[in-house]
Nanobody
């Protein structure tokens, strides 16, 4: 059974950091593009960051550029989202998603392009 599991969320003060993990089971992520999305209360889910299967190409939404870093560990079959200088507006449920990529250097930014989804992890930024 193909499954994605997010972890690493929690409560952090403004300016703090968290690292989210997206671990896959039932399949290897080597050929999959991964995206991180978030959904704040009362808002639609939005794309945050994406990474290609090779890791050579990455995407960041303007709202997180310079603060978030996406990476992947092939040995651990896991993708990470390092989040620094977190702000209250980053509060949301964060989801990771996966899909097989057309080629290794390609990533996807739209929610509809992804096939597999995790259950989400809550990130709350508050003093």
């Amino acid at each position: 059974q193909l499954q994605l599991v997010e972890s690493g969320g929690g409560l952090v003060q403004p300016g703090g950091s968290l690292t989210l993990s997206c671990a896959a089971s039932g399949f290897t992520l080597d050929d999959y593009a991964i995206g991180w999305f978030r959904q704040a209360p009362g808002k639609e889910r939005e794309g945050v960051s994406s990474i290609s299967p090779t890791g050579s190409s990455t995407y960041y939404d303007e709202s997180v550029k310079g603060r978030f870093t996406i990476s992947r560990d092939y040995a651990k079959n896991t993708v990470y989202l390092q989040m620094n200088n977190l702000q209250p507006e980053d509060t949301a449920v964060y989801f990771c998603a996966a899909r097989e990529a057309e080629y290794g250097g390609y990533y996807y930014t739209e929610e509809s392009e992804y096939k597999y989804w995790g259950q989400g992890t809550q990130v709350t930024v508050s003093s």
